[in-house]
């Protein structure tokens, strides 16, 4: 038994994998049967082209060294979704989610499709899920109905906190298999560094591995990232928000 939320307050969710070598992106396009696999997901296809900036120190001083890439964007249907291919990274950005395993199934598909052979392998491989949980009709700094209240303690601390301008915090696990989970969490708030004017909070899991990563441990991974993260998210909210956001659970 699964559940998913009807309403959720994602803002953004990313997995991104970097290669351990320069992936050798074509200047005529991608080959046919796998740019033919991207447009049935991502039909809106958006090559540029990028300046990236190097700074190299040397014992003559220190050197900026640009160079020219070559970045495919693919968009979905409706621009709430975009692939990015570049010669050192790829990664999809989804602003409007659906279901993880539609995430996951196409992600694998395409890292797949652009691997090509065996010897294919990452240096870093991640899965984020940014929420913004943005509340009407309640005071500025009332959650703890919403939320577990370790993670606004923080507010309490200072005597006045109609004076707050930023509540932020950040807590990073490292687990046995090498997974990383950066947990950053508060009320960063957009309007800084003015005082918080906005009741909103942020939710923020980055999951990823460092190291050599093949294909196969990526299929693994992501599904072990996302368990963490998923974990991790449902300790931080309580029922009030889950019944919020319409939680479904799936037989």
Same mark, same amino acid.
């Given at each position: 038994?699964?559940? #998913?939320?009807?309403?959720?307050?994602?803002?953004?969710?990313?997995?991104?994998?970097?290669?351990?070598?320069?992936?050798?992106?074509?200047?005529?396009?991608?080959?046919?049967?796998?740019?033919d696999e991207?447009?049935?997901?991502f039909?809106?296809?958006?090559p540029?082209?990028?300046?990236?900036?190097?700074?190299h120190i040397t014992?003559?001083?220190?050197?900026?060294?640009?160079?020219?890439q070559?970045?495919?964007?693919f968009?979905?249907?409706?621009?709430?979704?975009?692939l990015?291919?570049?010669?050192k990274?790829?990664?999809?950005?989804?602003?409007? #989610?659906?279901?993880y395993?539609?995430l996951?199934?196409?992600f694998?598909?395409i890292?797949?499709?652009l691997?090509?052979?065996?010897?294919?392998?990452?240096? *870093?491989?991640?899965? *984020?899920?940014?929420n913004?949980? /943005?509340?009407?009709g309640?005071s500025?700094?009332?959650?703890?109905?919403y939320?577990n209240?370790?993670?606004?303690?923080?507010?309490?601390?200072?005597?006045?906190k109609?004076?707050?301008?930023?509540a932020?915090s950040?807590?990073?696990?490292?687990?046995?298999?090498?997974m990383l989970?950066?947990?950053?969490?508060?009320?960063?708030?957009?309007?800084?560094?003015?005082?918080i /004017?906005?009741?909103?909070?942020?939710?923020? #899991?980055?999951?990823?591995?460092?190291g050599l990563i093949?294909c196969?441990e990526?299929k693994?991974n992501?599904?072990?990232?996302?368990? *963490?993260?998923?974990?991790?998210?449902?300790?931080?909210?309580?029922?009030?928000l *889950?019944?919020l956001?319409?939680?479904?659970?799936?037989?």
């Amino acid at each position: 038994m699964g559940k #998913y939320y009807k309403k959720p307050f994602l803002n953004k969710v990313v997995a991104k994998v970097d290669y351990t070598a320069d992936y050798n992106l074509p200047q005529k396009g991608l080959p046919r049967k796998v740019s033919d696999e991207i447009l049935r997901l991502f039909p809106i296809p958006e090559p540029r082209e990028v300046i990236a900036k190097q700074i190299h120190i040397t014992d003559q001083g220190v050197k900026e060294i640009q160079n020219k890439q070559h970045h495919l964007f693919f968009h979905g249907k409706s621009r709430e979704k975009t692939l990015c291919i570049t010669p050192k990274f790829l990664y999809i950005e989804i602003n409007k #989610y659906e279901t993880y395993e539609k995430l996951k199934d196409e992600f694998i598909l395409i890292v797949n499709n652009l691997s090509g052979k065996e010897d294919f392998s990452a240096k *870093r491989f991640g899965l *984020r899920y940014i929420n913004q949980i /943005k509340l009407t009709g309640k005071s500025l700094f009332d959650w703890d109905e919403y939320l577990n209240p370790i993670l606004f303690s923080m507010v309490t601390l200072p005597e006045n906190k109609d004076m707050l301008s930023r509540a932020f915090s950040n807590v990073v696990q490292q687990f046995d298999d090498d997974m990383l989970l950066n947990f950053q969490y508060g009320m960063h708030n957009p309007d800084f560094p003015s005082r918080i /004017k906005q009741n909103l909070f942020i939710l923020d #899991y980055d999951a990823y591995f460092q190291g050599l990563i093949s294909c196969d441990e990526i299929k693994a991974n992501i599904d072990l990232a996302h368990e *963490r993260i998923e974990n991790l998210f449902e300790k931080s909210i309580t029922q009030e928000l *889950r019944q919020l956001m319409e939680e479904e659970k799936d037989e």
